[in-house]
């Protein structure tokens, strides 16, 4: 992507945040360089002043005028140096919010992608590990003060000579050419080092995950992992002294090319002086200038460098915000509710595979049915759901609901006409109720504490200290509840509840739940789903006897679509096989 673009995606957002920004950067420089072009000039009237002896009122004035300017002018910087500093926290912070809610918005299956998987980790990296965009920020903040002072302080050398301005712009020429060539092999390090900078994050981050530790302690993992991250530090660590070696390197160059600079500009004016008759005064301005603007613009070509570096590094999260959002993928019809639902000769692989998880199916579900679909591990149950969710898209065939392609719909009315619990449902670290309703304020309380008590969780929460506005989990609070996997998986299921969808699928949610537990959920989740229509996948048949149908999948295939009842007539059918294995094997389970 060109620099240009970039450059207009990233400020683009921060006006987007606050078009103040701008106003206070653009205040900020105008009272650095003023401050500069101030201590450059005025002090010249006062050291001639000295020199003719005037009289002590009018050195005092000059001595007066210098401390006013200089006061007032670092009143003005410090003043919007302040704001700006509030302000470039809040940008950052939105910025980061608007990279989260990119995540969240792009289609599901970019996020199962090996290729954006990378490239969000290459922006996350970008923006955390590198602060790529504050540094942008900074770095265009330090490119308009200093663009302002070169400005001002070139009008004065001309007054002097050309020939000053020239020389001294071709050894800066020299100082920006030794940065540049630096910066591009310090963007190219991190480039290298990135890929085991991840590995070490990644072994590192499994030392601080919980839900890891069992299984560490347990097989004695931690000398693996702890050789691993120490075997990468090294590595590491081995990168970085090279890279130090070659930063003082460059750095030494710099050092010499500015003490040449400083040297020849006091030489050339100190001639001058000398042979032009120009006074002390200004011998000390334009010195001063020569300097200054030596300084200035170092800062100035040293700006344009890091920015030019931060867009670089902010290649990965420019292309990712590009990505277009899956809203924006979506057709405009409303959905209200769902009166139909037919596969129509569905194909699918998930993308970058070869392998059909489905093939060529087709079945249709009507208003209030409730399904249960059934099938060995990896026939390709779930992915049924994730298509009827959207999260991917059928490669050959349609999906329709109402006989509309579910992709005609506009995207937030599909999913508020969806509630699902997935076999990797995920509670927060909200409160019991916030993860119920999924929303802080407006909600029904009422209509939490009956689900509570229908999914049988009433008991269990009436005993935590703060009922259902106890918070989940320990990590921000001492108070916090730790759920067991069956308990959690019921409030996973009120949250489904709650959500006034007129579809209903569990995925395989009461996993953690004994079988007679499991029975009982589906139940009494059956009375409580009423005329909505529901979906049920489950390993287990618990759901298969009180459905309406049972759509058996093999290997991708329809292997039948029909009640519990008739499928137990077919004893040759898989049906029949699992059902009957199941049942025995809970019967042994209970003489047991």
């Known amino acids: 992507m060109k620099q240009l673009e970039k450059t207009k995606l990233v400020f683009g957002l921060v006006w987007e945040i606050s078009p103040s920004y701008f106003f206070l950067l653009f205040i900020n420089s105008l009272g650095y360089s003023a401050q500069i072009l101030v201590n450059v000039i005025l002090p010249k009237y006062l050291i ?24 007032v002018l670092a009143f003005i910087k410090k003043t919007t140096k302040r704001f700006l500093d509030v302000k470039e926290k809040e940008v950052y912070w939105h910025i980061e919010r608007a990279f989260a809610k990119k995540i969240m918005s792009v289609e599901y299956q970019n996020l199962e992608d090996p290729y954006y998987l990378d490239l969000k980790e290459r922006a996350s990296f970008a923006m955390m590990n590198q602060g790529a965009v504050y540094n942008l920020i900074t770095n265009f903040l330090s490119f308009l003060n200093q663009l302002l002072t070169v400005i001002g302080l070139i009008a004065i050398m001309f007054r002097l000579s050309w020939i000053l301005v020239v020389s001294l712009l071709g050894m800066v020429g020299i100082t920006l050419f030794i940065y540049r060539a630096f910066s591009k092999y310090q963007q190219q390090f991190f480039a290298d080092l990135l890929p085991i900078n991840r590995k070490y994050g990644y072994y590192v981050g499994l030392s601080f995950e919980k839900n890891l530790h069992k299984d560490v302690r347990l097989y004695g993992m931690s000398p693996m992992l702890g050789d691993l991250v120490t075997s990468y530090n090294k590595e590491i660590n ?44 200004d011998l000390t301005m334009y ?16 700006a344009i460098v890091s920015i030019s570096q931060m867009l670089a590094y902010l290649e990965p999260f420019a292309e990712l915000m590009n990505v277009p959002d899956e809203e924006k993928l979506q057709g405009d019809k409303k959905l209200e509710t769902v009166e139909t639902i037919e596969f129509d000769h569905v194909t699918f ?6 392998k059909k998880i489905l093939d060529d199916i087709s079945f249709r579900i009507n208003k209030g049915e409730k399904i249960s679909i059934v ?35 506009d995207h937030e009315s599909y999913l508020k006409t969806l509630a699902a619990v997935f076999q990797d449902f995920k509670l927060f670290n909200f409160t019991i109720e916030e993860n119920i309703t999924c929303r802080p304020v407006g909600v029904d309380t009422k209509l939490v504490e009956k689900l509570i008590k ?14 259902i506005n106890s918070l989940f989990g320990k990590e921000y609070d001492d108070e916090g509840v730790e759920f067991s996997g069956g308990q959690a998986q019921k409030i996973a299921i009120a ?21 007679i537990a499991e029975a009982e959920i589906y139940e009494k989740f059956n009375s409580l789903v009423g005329d909505k229509t529901a979906l049920y996948i489950s390993h287990r048949m618990s759901s298969s006897v009180f459905c309406d149908k049972v759509l058996v999948i093999r290997e991708g295939k329809i292997e039948a679509f029909d009640s519990h009842k008739n499928l137990m007539l077919d004893e040759e059918g898989i049906y029949y096989e699992l059902f009957t294995s199941q049942a025995k094997n809970y019967r042994l389970e209970a003489l047991n």
């Open 287 to 302: 010195v001063s200038s020569a300097v200054s603007f030596s300084s200035a613009v170092i800062a100035l070509g040293t």
């Open 375 to 409: 099938g060995l591990n990896g026939a390709g149950k779930s992915t049924v759901v994730k298509l009827l969710c959207r999260l991917y898209k059928p490669e050959v065939g349609s999906i329709k609901i109402n006989g509309i392609d579910i992709f005609e719909y």
């Open 495 to 515: 949250r489904a509840l709650y959500k006034d969808a007129s579809l209903v699928i569990l995925d395989e949610p009461t996993s953690a739940l004994d079988p």
């Open 454 to 467: 229908d999914v049988a969780m009433e008991e269990k929460i009436k005993e935590l200290p703060h009922g």
């Open 349 to 354: 692989a998930y993308p970058k595979t070869d």
């Open 48 to 71: 001639d002043g000295l020199m003719i002896k005037e009289s002590l009122q009018v050195l005092f004035q000059w001595v007066l005028l210098i401390a006013i300017a200089n006061l």
């Open 238 to 281: 081995r990168w970085f002294t090279k890279f130090h070696r070659k930063q003082g390197l460059y750095m030494g160059l710099f050092q010499v090319v500015v003490v040449m600079q400083t040297i020849f500009a006091y030489g050339f004016v100190s001639i001058k002086t000398l042979t032009s008759g120009i006074s002390i005064g």
